[in-house]
T-cell receptor, first 114, second 115 residues
Framework: DSGVTQTPKHLITATGQRVTLRCSPRSGDLSVYWYQQSLDQGLQFLIQYYNGEERAKGNILERFSAQQFPDLHSELNLSSLELGDSALYFC?????????????FGQGTRLTVV | AQTVTQSQPEMSVQEAETVTLSCTYDTSESDYYLFWYKQPPSRQMILVIRQEAYKQQNATENRFSVNFQKAAKSFSLKISDSQLGDAAMYFCAYRSAYGNTPLVFGKGTRLSVIA
């Protein structure tokens, strides 16, 4: 168990809809990262938040947005969903200090758009 | 921007044998971290091994070891005494040591273990 919790584990929705994915980082971790993994592909970085503020942006579509709340949990909002948005969405967290250098991943949310 | 390349989409190994997965990366930074993550069918991302760029000694974790060649920007993973449970996708990843930055991943290598 990495300590990173993602909900829901699975989500099935229709095209055009909007969904919200939730992530609770490890206790004390200030950074949250969102990644998208399409079928049998690598992990594409979407966005990073650090202590409530956006820190870095990757290949995130304009239809997608995210935020990090004061309690450090994060939400990824996906709107106007298309079939191609079907993927596994990972959240990861890392601590402020560089004691641990890796990121810790949640189990992912599998999104299926039908 | 940093990039990570895994040139072997698929590899296979006989049980109990040794296999090496390749990874190269491109960066202009001098200090960084490199990782190998394993993704079994459960899709969980599991850290296998990490290497700090400032350390010349190659990292080792039980049956897993790396060959880190900083000048060549190469970071290969060697799995010894392969087991059926090693079958998974393996991702090489790069992280800058400057600031709290995201990991950059390669496209992965799918490893099959043959009994």
């Amino acid at each position: 168990d990495s300590g990173v919790t993602q909900t829901p584990k699975h989500l099935i929705t229709a095209t055009g809809q909007r969904v919200t994915l939730r992530c609770s980082p490890r206790s004390g971790d200030l950074s949250v990262y969102w990644y998208q993994q399409s079928l049998d592909q690598g992990l594409q970085f979407l966005i990073q938040y650090y202590n409530g503020e956006e820190r870095a942006k990757g290949n995130i579509l304009e239809r997608f947005s995210a935020q990090q709340f004061p309690d450090l949990h994060s939400e990824l909002n996906l709107s106007s969903l298309e079939l191609g948005d079907s993927a596994l969405y990972f959240c990861a967290s890392s601590p402020r200090q560089a004691v641990y250098t890796e990121a810790f991943f949640g189990q992912g949310t599998r999104l299926t758009v039908v | 921007a940093q990039t990570v390349t895994q040139s072997q989409p698929e590899m296979s190994v006989q049980e109990a044998e040794t296999v090496t997965l390749s990874c190269t990366y491109d960066t202009s930074e001098s200090d960084y971290y490199l990782f190998w993550y394993k993704q079994p069918p459960s899709r969980q991302m599991i850290l296998v091994i990490r290497q700090e760029a400032y350390k010349q000694q190659n990292a080792t974790e039980n049956r897993f070891s790396v060959n880190f060649q900083k000048a060549a920007k190469s970071f290969s993973l060697k799995i010894s005494d392969s087991q059926l449970g090693d079958a998974a996708m393996y991702f090489c990843a790069y992280r800058s040591a400057y600031g709290n930055t995201p990991l950059v991943f390669g496209k992965g290598t799918r490893l099959s273990v043959i009994a």
